[in-house]
């Protein structure tokens, strides 16, 4: 991004990156691989996830055939690690239009400005319901 690009991010309040909440994962994420409520392959598809988050909405708007193809992993696999994390609250799914897009629990990884945190989290959690 050059530096007119990042202004213009920061001004609208945006910024090409995203946040891990560092004492979240390891008190949530990585207690629930040590209880094997998870498998340390979920902890993989949720950090490919964030790379794939949308910075203004917080979508993930990639499909679980792409998914499955850039990490390596069968489409029943990568499904079955999708079910875990939804299972566990760290990820959720919405329907938008005709199709579908991901959300990671703004609680582990947030994208956008701080002052979207709350907007973020209130769509996270209707999704839950």
């Known amino acids: 991004m050059d530096p007119t690009q990042r202004k213009r991010a920061r001004e609208d309040g945006f910024e090409d990156w995203s946040m891990t909440f560092h004492k979240e994962l390891d008190s949530h994420v990585f207690d629930l691989v040590h209880t094997r409520d998870l498998k340390p392959m979920d902890v993989c598809v949720a950090v490919y996830l964030q790379t794939q988050l949308e910075v203004k909405t917080g979508r993930i708007e990639v499909r679980t055939k792409d998914i499955a193809e850039r990490l390596c992993l069968t489409e029943s696999h990568l499904t079955a690690s999708m079910t875990r994390l939804r299972k566990q609250g760290?990820?959720?799914?919405?329907?938008?239009?005709?199709?579908?897009?991901?959300?990671?629990?703004?609680?582990?990884?947030?994208?956008?400005?701080?002052?979207?945190?709350?907007?973020?989290?209130?769509?996270?959690?209707?999704l839950l319901k």
Request: one cysteine or more; charged letters at 20%.
């Open 90 to 126: 760290i990820l959720a799914k919405g329907l938008r239009g005709t199709g579908y897009y991901w959300m990671l629990n703004p609680s582990c990884w947030h994208v956008g400005g701080p002052r979207t945190f709350q907007k973020r989290a209130a769509q996270f959690d209707e």
